[in-house]
DNA sequence: TTGAAAGCGCTACCAT
DNA sequence: ATGGTAGCGCTTTCAA
């Protein structure tokens, strides 16, 4: 009868069947000098049999290492999370490491939640509106801050906000749009402060300032909530807000941008296709970027901490239909 | 000058602060009835003053336990995956477990990849097209499979796929539709064979049998490559690929759904703007099914495993203007 | 080249 | 109620 080798085979195990003490072993399945290839081979095929696999356990505690890190974020809804994390993840393991998630959204301890995670990884990369500075600098391990505002000695990687918000809002102005709201909460995230600032920045000039509409959430249902009226220009601190919009105005029976003009942020695939104005991130790159700082944080000499880094990444400006009438040439 | 108390601690430290020994140490920072109230008052204001966490990794190789378990996936592109993992991650925290996340997409060593990712977890869950039945069997954890054609043995939670492809098909020929095209390809994914099924189901009782086109992905471009011929009924694999093939009609000069029906599947908020009919699938549910699934087979009694249990989730056709004229009432 | 043994930080059993 | 201590599985000196 067959029997399943399900490990959970020790080194002791090993040892013993291939007549080697365990430090042998270890050496046998790693190291490469110290050890008879005669030996090295017979140490293989004892671990072979015995399906064995290292403890991570075992080696973690001995190494003083988890080889894995953690990275936390609000919530994972839409795109833009995802294409962070998937970012983050390729880089780790890149590096080795494996990746940890954490969504504190709708999690009353996320505070403990963090504290826990902090203890199962070499390093952290803290996404947004997560946790409270105070936290993160009280953490036993390295940390990124991804999306958030800087925190005193700690390596910051953002994507622009304020100066891309002003152009866009510039690129409103030329469209002939004199009045504007701006929908979202500014201080839901660090992210839309940013853009709410750029907005507020590029109409310091004008006679109206900007209507902000605080919204609770970034979702669609945030941007069908929202009063309209028309003849505004109406920018959105994200693009499912803005997207509510759209739907909110198609049922007012505005036309957009005739009656309404609309923009958004991220550039998601629903963008396209309703024809929304927005803006683009390099989602990717700033998941990749943080892990890469990480890394370096973990694996650098601690008597001597480099200086925290900063990074802001470019974002891009994505013109279509729902900003204004564009001249002659087709803009998709 | 204040001192940054990165803990690091150990309980020695704690121990010998409060005066007591490390085994009175853990048992206050936990037990409940076998310390004094003063002892464990002692402690803890020991265990605060020095900022100590108990190690995990300590505290895993002492329980046997990892208080973690993992999730695999072929990649993160495109809201479906976010979404599982998220329900996914919820639930889990729901138990108290951590989540480690793992993409083979583009990487050459994915069994290996899983292979150390089973070491550092209590439990697997593998989606989909992502590593052979063999490596998921002979893992020393516990695995429940998600999206993916049943494992010998293994627990399986899905999506119905055949069943509303047969019925989405079957909506079309209502239209009077009676040429179809399947974009997509059935070895790419379960999900895709058994939408692909479906659809083949559907059709076998008609005169033309479905053409199909294999695409190399399952993305936009995948779709904007599909050559297109006027007067078919072009069901996709999923939506992004349905989106690639509007855009290509856009450009060839086709009119939706008057000279082509086109259908996706997923209902990405984007098919909502696009008007196009799709298939909608219960994620989050799907990602927390396989969680707690996972955490049962976990914490069972393994001398009495339970037989592998088996669930199709219900998937919903909605409709909207891509795939025929309808009556008077307005479907959006 | 190999073995013995000291940790790594914690839990839990056995005494007291 | 508390302390002592034997593991948990591995890495890594230190000797031989």
């Not at 953490?139 to 000695?153: C, H, K, N, Q, T």
């Not at 925290?308 to 087709?330: D, F, K, M, N, Y």
Request: include cysteine; charge should be neutral.
């Amino acid at each position: 009868m067959a029997m399943k080798a399900l490990s959970k085979a020790t080194i002791y195990q090993v040892a013993q069947l291939a007549g080697v003490s365990i430090a042998t072993v270890s050496r046998a399945l790693r190291d490469s000098d110290l050890v008879t290839a005669q030996t090295r081979e017979r140490v293989q095929a004892a671990a072979r049999q015995l399906n064995f696999t290292p403890s991570r356990l075992g080696r973690s505690l001995a190494e003083g290492r988890h080889a894995a890190n953690g990275i936390v974020f609000p919530d994972l809804v839409g795109p833009y999370y995802a294409e962070v994390i998937l970012g983050y993840e390729a880089a780790a393991a890149g590096f080795g490491s494996s990746v940890l998630i954490l969504a504190t959204g709708g999690r009353d301890d996320a505070e403990a939640a963090v504290r826990e995670l902090a203890g199962r990884v070499d390093g952290l990369t803290v996404m947004g509106q997560t946790v409270p500075d105070e936290v993160i600098t009280s953490l036993a391990v390295p940390v990124v801050a991804l999306a958030r505002d800087p925190v005193p000695g700690v390596d910051t990687v953002r994507a622009r906000n304020a100066r891309t918000a002003k152009n866009l809002v510039e690129h409103l102005l030329e469209h002939g749009h004199r009045r504007f709201t701006f929908v979202g909460d500014p201080d839901i995230a660090p992210d839309v402060r940013g853009r709410w600032d750029g907005v507020r920045q590029a109409l310091s000039q004008q006679q109206e300032p900007p209507h902000l509409v605080r919204t609770p959430g970034l979702d669609l249902e945030a941007g069908e909530q929202a009063a309209l009226q028309p003849g505004r220009a109406v920018v959105c601190a994200n693009d499912e807000i803005a997207l509510g919009v759209l739907l909110a105005a198609e049922k007012a029976g505005l036309r957009v941008p005739e009656d309404l003009a609309v923009t958004g942020w991220d550039d998601l695939l629903a963008a396209r296709f309703a024809g929304l104005t927005t803006v683009r991130q390099p989602m990717r790159e700033l998941g990749a970027t943080a892990a890469r700082w990480l890394h370096r944080r973990i694996t650098e000499d601690t008597d001597v901490p480099a200086a925290p880094r900063r990074r802001v990444l470019a974002t891009q400006l994505v013109v279509r239909r729902s900003c204004g009438i564009h001249s002659p040439e087709v803009h998709r």
